[in-house]
């Protein structure tokens, strides 16, 4: 658990009966949160759900020393450092009628702000390393106070050390503590107007007087999943930048393309350039680091394949995926290698063989009912079974939603949302098992699943049902967390990565609930490090088309000039009848990544 799931227990402001309906609704023994006491000063309160569905109230003592439970018991220098030791050490903890308390599931508290400046619970040491790495002084974070629970710290960042200025909240406004000098008097309805208020006098002044700038706040890029929805609200409001108004979603994901981009100078592409590779790759410029690629074992044809592990890694989750290019017909047999190699027994596919009248992805699966060879394994058809098509999902609520199945009736690909084949792979030493090979059909390369078919929540729905479908087959036994998902569309990177990040993300949800901590940035960076990107074709229109607009000339270009495309990068490629419909465009992951990631937020705002 990290340190701000573990310190996010103390509820500023909250009554006896509050309490107690959140430990009710909670309902989870150990549950628990800490409050300051009505009744005293310098005192809290520990309210914990016990096993037998009562609530006992336990009271924290706050002294010269530290915080302690009573007399004649252990003395902690801060709150958070008492409930982390009673969590660690069951038993330990005992209430006035000499009964064991155990603390399990913090009930986290309500955030004070969505703004990017606030960093929650977080140590001391952990704003050193934070603000160390950044370079402008005045640079700034605001954390949770860890001496005087309740209270928030603005740290700054100067020539020669880190300021820290605490913010004082009582009877709903909140102030600087001023000890006594002209900031006192300035009271803020919020933590945010506080801020704001500052950054735009440029003046702070510290407990030492040495006045201290407020020029750029540190962004944080965390939040809890119970938050989502006040999440995609904030990160949908436009925000003034230097190239226009643009929405915290692009100025988030603009961010991270330029962290990444030189994150991505430290791997290698070597064993993809050799000339003998070359020709396994179904893009020339998307190729796998050497430091992650997979390595095709015993196999005497070659040890190559255009595909990465890729690990994600949460607090108690683990997952292993496989990302790699949809196979070209020279690489299907060693594709069904890597498969028996990695004793893979789940496939998710994110595109259809052919798209636009483009080959996206060789077929490499038999048809239904058939068994084919592919060098020395057999892989076997057993059934199909047929999701959609796109219209039942209208105005139907998910838990009642009957979608037909092959047996019911065969669809075509653009009348079917997904699919799920059943295959069995027996290997050259007569190894058997069984495979779930799951194809997304409703979302077009270069596009978010919104611009694919069907639109907004309609197509979203498809979506988290796709997901939900593959986690209930996975939790059926077949011992899937112990092999790696294989995911794949055709270059194997954007439609693939999303793919990860969200089949991450639900996975951490499905585990742990909602109070748990999100950080989409950097689950991308996380996969990025594993799965290289690269520069990407795509059509002029389809790049916007979530916006749900028809651009003018003089409009793309401004867009082109918003998100770093250089205009004489942009080549048009003509059709057979001469007419320029598609642009290859350089994008250093720029606008590709922002166009998945800001739906997976929005998917995410539909599933919770």
């Known amino acids: 658990m990290t340190s701000r799931l ?96 155990e603390l399990t599931t913090p009930i986290l508290a309500k955030m004070p702000t969505f703004e990017k400046y606030y960093h929650g619970a977080i140590s001391h040491l952990q704003v050193m390393s934070i603000l160390n790495k950044c370079e402008q002084n005045g640079t700034f974070l605001v954390r949770d106070s860890e001496t005087t629970p309740g209270d928030y710290v603005i740290c700054v960042k100067s020539s020669d050390n880190i300021a820290n200025i605490k913010i004082k909240y009582s009877n709903g406004r909140w102030f600087l503590d001023g ?66 108004q643009k929405t915290g979603f692009t100025l988030e994901f603009e961010l991270l393309n330029q962290q990444t981009e030189s994150q991505s100078l430290a791997y290698h592409k070597k ?55 949809g196979p070209l017909p020279a690489t299907v047999n060693d594709f069904w290698h890597m498969v028996q190699q990695e004793l893979v027994k789940c496939i998710v596919m994110i595109t259809r063989e052919v798209e636009g009248l483009k080959n996206k992805c060789a077929r490499y699966w038999p048809d239904l009912h058939t068994t084919k060879q592919y060098g020395t394994i057999t892989v076997e058809n057993k059934n199909e079974t047929n999701y959609g098509p796109p219209q039942i999902w209208h105005k139907t609520s998910r838990a009642s939603r009957a979608l037909p199945s092959s047996s019911q009736q065969l669809l075509k690909d653009d009348d079917c949302c997904f699919r799920l084949r059943k295959l069995r792979i027996t290997t050259g030493d007569r190894r058997t098992w069984d495979i779930f090979h799951w194809q997304y059909l409703a979302w077009g390369d270069h596009d978010s699943p919104l611009t694919s078919n069907q639109r907004d929540n309609d197509q979203l729905g498809i979506l988290l049902e796709f997901f939900e479908r593959i986690a209930q087959i996975n939790s059926i036994g077949m011992n899937m967390d112990m092999s790696p998902m294989i995911v794949h569309c055709s270059a194997g990177i954007g439609r693939s990565g999303a793919t990860i990040a969200i089949d991450t993300i639900f996975n ?101």
């Open 179 to 244: 000890k006594g000098r002209q900031e006192q008097i300035d009271h803020f309805r919020s933590l945010d107007d506080l801020i704001h208020f500052y950054l735009k006098h440029n003046i702070l002044v510290g407990m030492n007087g040495v006045a201290f700038r407020l020029v750029q706040p540190c962004t944080s890029n965390w939040f809890y999943a119970r938050d989502i929805h006040q999440r995609c609200e904030y990160l949908s409001k436009l925000t003034s930048s230097q190239r226009g």
């Open 271 to 325: 064993h993809g350039e050799k000339q003998e590779n070359r020709i396994r790759n179904r893009f020339k410029n998307i190729l796998p680091y050497d430091e992650t690629r997979i390595i095709l074992k015993n196999y005497p044809i070659t040890d190559y394949m255009n595909g990465n592990h890729v690990r994600t890694h949460y607090e108690g989750i683990g997952r292993e995926y496989i990302a790699t290019q």
């Open 6 to 101: 573990a310190r996010g227990f103390f509820h500023r402001d909250l009554s006896v009966l509050d309490t107690e309906k959140l430990l009710q609704e909670k309902n989870i023994p150990g549950s628990f949160l800490v409050r300051p006491s009505r009744s005293k000063t310098d005192a809290y309160v520990l309210s914990v759900r016990l096993a037998n569905d009562e609530i006992t109230h336990i009271r924290i003592q706050r002294t010269n020393e530290g915080f302690e439970l009573g007399q004649k018991q252990e003395c902690f220098s801060t709150l958070y450092d008492m409930i982390d030791h009673y969590r660690r050490n069951a038993g330990e903890l005992i209430d006035k009628n000499n009964q064991v308390i």
């Open 508 to 608: 951490k949800i499905r585990t742990n609930g909602l109070d748990i901590e999100i950080d989409i940035p950097n689950l991308v960076k996380q996969i990025r490090s594993q799965r290289s990107d690269a520069t990407i074709g795509v059509k002029r229109n389809t790049l916007f088309d979530e916006l749900g607009q028809k651009f003018t000339d003089e409009e793309f270009d401004q867009l082109c000039f918003d998100y770093g495309l250089e205009l004489n990068d942009i080549e048009p490629l003509p059709d057979s009848n001469g007419n320029d419909v598609e642009y290859k465009i350089e994008i250093p992951a720029n606008r590709y990544d922002i166009l998945y990631l800001e739906r997976l937020s929005l998917a995410l705002k539909i599933f919770l």
